[in-house]
């Protein structure tokens, strides 16, 4: 069985750039949830889509954007690009919300110049 | 507060020996407390995970201590292996792991011969 697909691996970008991040869950996982990884933030929760539906938001900007497909594929967005906003991307997939345990990605390496 | 603290930063422990990685949370509506071990160049994964209605878990060298009433929890590595090598988050969820992770900010682990 496959595990959670991210592309691309790596993203380099410049400030002022908007960057689209792709997931692919486990086939059957209807939940995506994404995160933010830094070294001085660690694991931040950004948001979670099921069926479709943002069911949760964390605390970032309204520059940091998803959305999920009806094959339970997921796309983040960032758009305005800020030197901060380099970090890993993870993504993670569950069956349902309320199914534990999150299976994650790799993840995207974006690094903004 | 939704915080998970986590202690040590960074910890060195022999071959054999038990590396113990410990959580305080604050947030008593929390319910469902994972450990995932990450690997440079990969997503976090599930080690091991407990509910409040257990004092202890065990899955084979993987031990999680549980205390409700100081809001701590703990992760026993037993004969630590040089494999073993890696950083190790807790999290926290709400609703039986049916709300969005709250991670601990990590513990990087090295197993010395």
């Known amino acids: 069985k496959a595990g959670v697909t991210q592309t691309p691996r790596y993203l380099i970008k410049t400030r002022g750039q908007q960057v689209t991040l792709s997931c692919s869950p486990i086939s059957g996982h209807r939940s995506v949830s994404w995160y933010q990884q830094t070294p001085g933030q660690g694991l931040q929760f950004l948001f979670e889509y099921f069926s479709e539906t943002q069911r949760n938001k964390g605390n970032f900007p309204g520059r940091f954007s998803g959305r999920q497909f009806s094959n339970s594929r997921s796309e983040m967005n960032v758009s305005t690009l800020e030197l901060g906003d380099s970090a890993l991307y993870l993504c993670?997939?569950?069956?349902?919300?309320?199914?534990?345990?999150?299976?994650f990605g790799d993840g995207t390496r974006l690094s903004i110049l | 507060q939704q915080q998970v603290k986590q202690s040590p930063q960074s910890l060195i422990v022999q071959k054999g020996g038990i590396s113990i990685i410990n959580c305080a949370y604050e947030?008593?509506?929390?319910?469902?407390f994972p450990w995932y071990q990450q690997f440079p160049g990969k997503g976090p994964a599930l080690l091991i995970a407990i509910r409040p209605d257990v004092s202890e878990k065990k899955e084979g060298r993987f031990t999680i201590s549980f205390n409700k009433s100081a809001k701590q929890f703990s992760l026993h590595i037993m004969d630590s292996q040089p494999g073993d090598s890696a950083t190790y988050f807790c999290a926290a969820s709400k609703d039986f792991g049916n709300e969005k992770l709250t991670f601990g900010t990590g513990t990087r682990l090295t197993i010395i011969p």
């Open positions: 993670a997939s569950s069956f349902d919300p309320s199914n534990q345990p999150q299976h």
């Open positions: 947030n008593t509506a929390f319910d469902y």
